[in-house]
């Protein structure tokens, strides 16, 4: 439910208003719109006075706003129909990032966490393919807005983070947060132990003996440090061994680490699982795939393929 994000501030009824907009179902509701604000500043309150006062509207024209340090503002129910996107307004839930074509990175945890609530809202139907920008609607592709690539943000939520964040930061003793959770169920996956605090997140003493523990085994500078080297050794022993299961319907396998048409193999279907040796490169792009226990190939995108 988005009304329990931490991070949510409930301005429905502190924003300015002059009427109000028309009500909808949420069954209605076939897309989240994402937009910004075009400014380097601003909030709700802000936007309210000028969609009011300037443009006669009944309030602000999105139903949420995402301020720089990430606070995400609720400014109209997403049962009524507010004024974002011009002749494509009734099924859309509108989402102003405050910022000209660039953002925070609490703004971008923000927008990922509202937008998966949102497609999580019991009546709401919308899929990942139906979080757009503004400028993604017909008749509006000479817009700049939302001044990001939709397709990488697309992208980072099918692989469930945000767009940008750096996913094998450096970490060192004393670090926390969901990355080093990340990499302690990745020590984990290796075989080092974590017998008295697992995973939770914090880069204490018993994390730094399993990272030197897996260094020393790996042939690595031991320093306790997950770096690039640790990190690309973490990733390589996560995998080996275990199953990836097609989710898509049908699925080509390949010959070679390549998207060539003669690297064509065959195909797989949905449920099918195969067993991973390693994950590779495809050449000359940084798209990844799995080696197969049989010697094919096959596409690593989390879209595609869960490991299990
Ligand atoms: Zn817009």
Redesign the pocket.
């Given at each position: 439910m988005f009304q329990q994000l931490p991070q949510l501030v409930d301005v429905r009824g502190s924003v300015k208003r002059d009427g109000s907009y028309q009500k909808r179902s949420l069954s209605q509701i076939t897309g989240i719109a994402r937009?910004h604000s075009a400014t380097t500043s601003g909030d709700a309150f802000s936007f309210a006075n000028y969609h009011v006062d300037s443009l006669g509207w009944p309030s602000v024209g999105y139903h949420f706003v995402i301020t720089k340090d990430g606070t995400i503002q609720w400014a109209n129910g997403i049962d009524r129909i507010s004024y974002?996107v011009g002749n494509n307004n009734t099924p859309l839930i509108g989402v102003c990032l405050v910022g000209s074509s660039s953002f925070t990175e609490a703004q971008e945890r923000s927008f990922f966490d509202l937008q998966a609530a949102l497609r999580g809202t019991d009546g709401v139907g919308v899929s990942i393919g139906d979080v757009k920008g503004?400028r993604e609607y017909p008749g509006h592709s000479s817009?700049t807005?939302?001044g990001i690539d939709m397709d990488s943000v697309r992208e980072a939520v099918r692989e469930g983070h945000p767009v940008g964040e750096d996913l094998t930061p450096t970490l060192r003793p004393g670090d926390n947060g969901p990355a080093v959770a990340r990499m302690q169920q990745m020590l984990l996956d290796a075989g080092e132990k974590l017998p008295l605090y697992g995973t939770d997140g914090d880069f204490g003493d018993e994390t730094e003996n399993a990272v030197r523990s897996f260094q020393e085994s790996q042939n690595l500078n031991v320093d306790g440090v997950v770096g690039p080297n640790t990190w690309e050794a973490l990733e390589a022993s996560a995998v080996k061994g275990k199953l990836a299961v097609v989710l898509a319907e049908v699925l080509n396998v390949r010959s070679r680490p390549s998207f060539d048409a003669d690297a064509v193999a065959g195909t797989v279907s949905q449920g099918e699982a195969f067993t991973i040796m390693e994950k590779v490169n495809v050449d000359g792009s940084s798209t990844e795939m799995f080696r197969l226990k049989s010697g094919l190939y096959i596409t690593a995108h989390p879209g595609y393929v869960q490991v299990k």
């Open positions: 937009h974002h503004h817009n807005c939302p």
